[in-house]
């Protein structure tokens, strides 16, 4: 959204990142991604076709008798809901951002310690500031034009893509004042993802 003619003001965050905060943020970032059934069960359904085809060929090439490749096919047909449904279980439980990231964000936290040190978080017109003892960074509204909001925090990121820029803002740090200013200034400088 355009910028220009938005007066909502700033809104500074005082806060320490935790590991729960930046699992808050991947888990967002990785929520806001869809993807086709297709792209999601490659395997599921590429194996069945690929071994079923190599049974076929080796059948009409004489390699083994017709009665092997029709039992191999038929216990191929058996077994194919089986696993899918197994694959579908896996999927369904273990698909959890918290746990895919948990592992991630402890050795992201551990590598950075400037991570873990106090910030202050300054979000206006112009963008956001964030500093710390270790340094400052600033990025413009065109760096992290969308936004997710969860119940621990604001995820800003730079785009719709896995691995791109993700900055969390958790609500704690606006020590119990109301998140509804920075709500309305993401709202008027970027798009909000759900």
């Not at 943020?25 to 690929?50: D, E």
């Not at 089986?82 to 999927?91: E, K, N």
């Not at 995820?155 to 309305?184: I, W």
Request: hydrophobic share 50%; with cysteine.
């Amino acid at each position: 959204m355009a910028p220009e003619h938005v007066l909502t003001g700033k809104t500074t965050l005082r806060y320490t990142l935790t590991v729960d905060d930046l699992l808050d943020g991947f888990a967002a970032q990785s929520r806001s991604f869809r993807h086709p059934w297709y792209l999601r069960w490659p395997t599921t359904i590429l194996t069945p076709v690929v071994v079923a085809a190599v049974l076929v060929r080796a059948a009409l090439a004489g390699d083994f008798s017709t009665v092997v490749a029709l039992a191999v096919l038929a216990l191929l047909v058996v077994l194919m809901p089986i696993v899918a449904g197994v694959d579908f279980l896996l999927r369904r439980f273990l698909r959890n951002p918290r746990l895919i990231y948990r592992l991630h964000v402890g050795l992201l936290v551990r590598a950075n310690p400037a991570l873990t040190q106090p910030m202050t978080a300054v979000v206006d017109e112009t963008g956001v500031r964030v500093c710390n003892v270790s340094g400052e960074m600033r990025s413009g509204w065109a760096m992290h034009p969308l936004h997710v909001e969860t119940e621990r925090s604001f995820v800003l990121l730079a785009s719709r893509r896995r691995g791109a820029a993700v900055l969390v803002l958790p609500k704690r740090g606006l020590g119990g004042a109301d998140p509804a200013p920075l709500r309305a200034l993401l709202a008027a400088h970027g798009n909000r993802l759900d």
